[in-house]
């Protein structure tokens, strides 16, 4: 599985294997959205070949969808298309408050935090959608 972490100028990708439930951040897209951003994600579908993709759900805190969720399910809808692959959504709440807090523990710098912290968010949007379905 691919787990999509989308923002305006980074995009956190991770992978997660099904059948060990490792979860592992993989990379972080630096591109804006819209073409670069479509293309990006079409090479990395092509290259890891998932069975499913899970797409972070920025969900407001009371849990209605504003213009990021709807910005997340038409690029959901877009990626099935063009790939046949299933796309399920994650509530994203406070995984980069996660992610963030896993990244304090490691010995890096701040800009190297910030080149990593979206692929984490990533893993921790599909660990969550794992332990959902578990």
Sequence with gaps: MLG???GGKRTGLAFAETLSGLVMPIEVLHANEGPAL???LDNTIREHGPHRLVIG???NMDGTEGPAAK???A???ALQ???GVPVEYQDERLTSFAAE???AERKLNRRAKKNVADAHAAAEILRDWLAEQS
Excluded: N, V, Y
Aim: charged share 35%; aromatic share 0%; glycine share 4%.
């Design 4 to 6: 999509i972490d989308l």
């Design 38 to 40: 479509d293309s990006a």
């Design 57 to 59: 759900l920025p969900l």
């Design 71 to 73: 910005k997340s399910r």
């Design 75 to 77: 690029m959901g809808e």
């Design 81 to 83: 298309q063009r790939h």
């Design 101 to 103: 807090a896993d990244l």
